[in-house]
């Protein structure tokens, strides 16, 4: 029972690494929701209480961007084409994003209940749903930007 105890404690813990949040000044221009000319703008964000404390990975075409918990979101400004968006916990799972110059896209990454791990999924929303969860989350940086 100790050894059960123990372990469940460990994955409990697993993924909770120090996310740094962004300036408030930088959330508040990121929740403007403006597209850029040139680019793609792609908004992350995590909102689920499944696994809200375990920290997530986030990757595009296998390039680590940064991770996420519950209540946090990301934005990434993309070049048009078509990309790879991973997000990571004991799982990966993958979706397929083609991007377009002017345009906004919304990515939920959702915490999944999985016996003793920490699953992972994503769903593309809509604008006015991605919105309203970004509005509600705050922004944290980005390990690395996306420089193709």
């Known amino acids: 029972m100790k050894l059960l105890l123990i372990v469940f404690t460990l994955f409990l813990f697993v993924g909770c690494a120090s996310i740094e949040k962004a300036p408030?000044?930088?959330?508040?221009?990121?929740?403007?929701?403006?597209?850029?000319?040139e680019l793609a703008v792609v908004y992350f964000y995590r909102d689920n209480i499944v696994n809200s404390v375990v920290a997530m990975d986030i990757l595009i075409n296998g390039r680590?961007?940064?991770?996420?918990?519950?209540?946090?979101?990301?934005r990434v400004e993309l070049r048009p084409g078509q990309y790879t968006i991973t997000s990571r916990a004991s799982n990966d799972k993958s979706i397929k994003l083609?991007?377009?110059?002017?345009?906004?896209y919304f990515i939920q990454?959702?915490?999944?209940?999985k016996f003793l791990a920490h699953g992972t999924d994503l769903k593309l929303v809509d604008a006015e749903e991605g919105k309203k969860a970004v509005l509600n989350?705050?922004?944290?940086?980005?390990?690395d930007s996306f420089d193709q």
Not at 98 to 104: D, F, H, L, P
Not at 109 to 113: A, C, E, L, M, T
């Open 64 to 74: 680590y961007i940064g991770k996420m918990r519950s209540g946090h979101y990301m």
């Open 24 to 37: 408030l000044s930088r959330d508040a221009v990121a929740k403007n929701f403006k597209p850029s000319s």
């Open 98 to 104: 083609t991007t377009q110059a002017g345009k906004i």
């Open 109 to 113: 990454q959702i915490g999944v209940f």
């Open 137 to 143: 989350n705050d922004l944290v940086e980005q390990t």
